[in-house]
């Protein structure tokens, strides 16, 4: 294996949060993808022996619960799933008291739950670096792995066109921002009603226009995936809104990432879903198995960029 050539970009980010992709600048987004690479390519040792990674996921998880653990254990460091109902979080307690203790055990805390508000609370408070495992409003450690499975696909992302289709959700504002930092074309498609928050489509866009890239936002399928080189879609009805499943449902009759749609892409197009995917809705059983997938490819790089994420916000670089 290769010595670690540090990149300033990476010991910039050592001992802060991860709450957004523009939390990261275009520098530190291209080297975590690299070093991501690297790791996956076991072209790199990153040593993180007695390093704790605290878990607190208030909502259902497998990949990135799962990713996070796999990756602390390869960089020789350790999870601990404080999981709230069997800690003093489920019964209410502050999260300033919270965060500040937890902060006086584990190095670094990754969170998942409902609310953008509750993370950023958690990380006034704490001392240590916190992650942000998914909220209301953006999912930035699925944005890494999405734009590393790009990456590998094609040699680089600067250029290409990613369109996504279905729910302006956080996903889908993860993906913008980030793609908006690496100078990606962002296209979301969906019906009227579903768009994007506001202030984040607005925020991509101002980072797209510094970075060589755009974002834009259309009402009609094929004119949102025509000649792109990523389709990418995720469920209708996120956790919290399985009461809407059937009004959503309707709304998006004609939105499902299928074939057809596959056909109007790029030849070289790939088709990507951050699972879990209900075949038949969102995405066909025919686009996630066929010769364009790259859905398990993209699940796996799940590790792998968390793997880089957690190296550079923990020292290990």
């Keep these: 294996m290769a010595a670690i050539n540090p990149d300033p970009a990476l010991i910039q980010l050592q001992g ?46 497998t990949r990135t619960r799962v990713s996070f653990s796999v990756a602390m254990t390869r960089l020789g460091g350790q ?10 979080v ?99 498609g969906c019906p009227l009603g579903f768009e994007p928050d506001g202030a984040v489509l607005e925020q991509s866009r101002a980072l797209a226009a510094a970075h060589g890239g755009s974002v834009a936002v259309l009402h009609e399928p094929v004119a949102a995936v025509r000649s792109a080189h990523a389709l990418y879609t995720d469920v209708w009805a996120s956790m919290g809104q399985e009461e809407e499943k059937a009004e959503r449902e309707r709304a998006f009759a004609g939105w499902c990432l299928n074939e057809e749609l596959v056909a109007e892409a790029d030849p070289r197009a790939i088709v990507l879903h951050c699972l879990p995917a209900y075949r038949g809705l969102e995405i066909s059983a025919g686009a996630i198995e066929g010769p364009s997938s790259r859905i398990f490819d993209q699940a796996e790089n799940r590790l792998h960029a968390q793997q880089a994420l957690l190296a550079a916000l923990l020292g290990g670089i």
Excluded at 24 to 44: F, G, H, V, W, Y
Excluded at 79 to 88: E, G, I, R, S, Y
């Design 90 to 188: 489920g019964r209410g307690e502050p999260v300033a008291d919270t965060a500040r203790v937890l902060s006086r055990y584990v190095d670094a805390l990754a969170i998942r739950t409902f609310a953008q508000t509750e993370l950023e609370d958690y990380a006034h408070w704490a001392t240590v670096p916190v992650i942000n495992a998914l909220t209301d409003l953006e999912h930035p450690c699925q944005a890494l792995a999405d734009y590393l499975t790009l990456q590998e696909a094609f040699g680089q992302v600067e250029g290409l066109t990613l369109a996504y289709v279905g729910d302006g959700n956080n996903v889908a504002h993860s993906l913008m921002l980030c793609g908006a930092l690496l100078g990606v074309h962002v296209r979301i």
């Design 79 to 88: 999870t601990l799933d404080l999981n709230p109902q069997v800690t003093q």
């Design 16 to 61: 802060l949060d991860l709450l957004s992709s523009a939390d990261l600048s275009a520098d530190q987004t291209r080297a975590l993808l690299q070093l991501a690479a690297d790791l996956k390519a076991r072209r790199l040792e990153i040593n993180l022996a007695g390093k704790v990674l605290g878990l607190i996921f208030t909502k259902a998880s």
